[in-house]
């Protein structure tokens, strides 16, 4: 409990008043989904769906086709049982083959209209069990099989074949079919299209050009001071610590710190070196100074704020309360191989006593990182374009 309090932010700084945050979403926010998620926590357990929609969302189809895939697994398509149930209509028998009910499972698999197109696009060892599952299980072994049928996986050309099938069923309906010599031929191709497509975007975007750059510390510009800043955890939330060196510009040790802060989130711990940080270069007198930071979420908050709602507001403002005062700082993300010093005093500050720890000197354990940096060494990292 004493390393959970110690993490705690107390805001006496802005005089802001305590705000009401939505604590089963991480930002506090407020959403439907989380709502139904607390609502339903306490319910008798259900069949979890989860797995199954995942399924669908990842076939390769249209978007509209999957969409259609998820209301045929809710079983809400409006077939003439369903108008029969509910008083839409007199009769459900199906109009098409008129030897069975209309449900949805007739519609797509069992009437004589789509059988034949599925014993033409199946293999023969495969027809059996595909004509005897249930409306769910058929959907769900279907749509996650991926194993190639005719050039392209199976689950791609089973999703274009429910999606026309209802689409012939709706043209018969309204009488708006266009004629199709060869429904299976038509189904093949388009499938072996989709893919095709899937394949080209798919490649597009995993070509993501990178390039080698050597990455070493930088020291400011003349006139100013740089402020690195670093944090460590052991679990998110776990044992977290917090560090930061303020340099000149020959990469002397102006001030550094360690903050042993207890048990918090990876983010709390983020923004904890930050104030910190600040809170020493302003100290010191500093009127221009720079501040890197490995975390781009960091960075976000300093530079465009944070909803007053959000868990992390107290401390994203006070640390807008340093940026705000009469001096220049600009705020910078940098990568990990710039930023060693200060990850060597945050793992440092495992060792320490909880609390907050100023060094006017370079403690010993980070004495040879201090000196890399000012010799300039640099190390390769791959970053992307």
């Known amino acids: 409990m004493q390393l959970k309090l110690m993490s705690m932010v107390v805001d006496t700084v802005t005089g802001a008043r305590d705000r009401l945050s939505w604590g089963e979403c991480s930002d506090g926010s407020f959403t439907v989904k989380s709502a139904y998620s607390l609502l339903s926590r306490d319910m008798a357990p259900k069949q979890n769906m989860g797995s199954f929609f995942l399924r669908i969302w990842r076939v390769v189809a249209h978007e509209r086709v999957r969409v259609f895939l998820w209301l045929v697994v809710n079983q809400v398509l409006m077939t003439n049982v369903e108008r029969q149930r509910r008083h839409l209509g007199d009769s459900g028998l199906c109009t098409v083959c008129k030897s069975g009910d209309e449900t949805i499972l007739h519609i797509l698999r069992d009437c004589p209209a789509m059988s034949g197109v599925w014993i033409r696009l199946l293999p023969p060892q ?100 740089k402020l690195n800043t670093d944090g460590a955890s052991h679990g998110n939330p776990g044992l977290a610590t917090a560090g930061g060196v303020v340099r000149d510009g020959e990469g002397n040790w102006c001030s550094g710190f360690a903050l042993n802060i207890g048990i918090c989130s990876a983010p709390l711990a983020e923004l904890w070196r930050v104030y910190y940080g600040l809170y020493i270069a302003w100290g010191r007198g500093i009127t221009r100074l720079e501040l890197e930071v490995d975390s781009e979420m960091v960075v976000g908050f300093l530079r465009t704020g944070i909803e007053d709602s959000h868990p992390l507001s107290f401390l994203v403002r006070l640390c807008h309360g340093f940026l705000s005062k009469d001096w220049l700082v600009r705020v910078s993300h940098v990568y990990r191989e710039a930023n060693r010093l200060a990850d060597g005093l945050a793992n440092y500050a495992f060792s320490l006593p909880l609390g907050f720890h100023l060094f006017a000197s370079s403690p010993e354990s980070v004495n040879l990182l201090l000196l890399e940096d000012i010799n300039g060494p640099a190390r390769p990292r791959n970053v992307r374009l």
């Open 126 to 225: 495969r027809r059996q069990a595909f004509f005897s599952k249930s409306l769910l299980e058929w959907i769900y072994s279907n749509v996650g099989d991926e194993k190639e049928i005719g050039e392209c996986p199976w689950a791609t050309t089973f999703s274009q074949a429910v999606w026309w099938g209802w689409k012939w069923r709706c043209g018969n309906v309204f009488g708006e079919n266009r004629r199709c010599r060869d429904r299976v031929r038509f189904i093949k191709d388009l499938s072996k299209d989709v893919w095709a497509a899937h394949k080209k975007v798919s490649g597009s975007l995993s070509q993501v050009v990178r390039v080698e750059r050597m990455i070493a510390w930088i020291p400011p510009m003349v006139g100013w001071f």
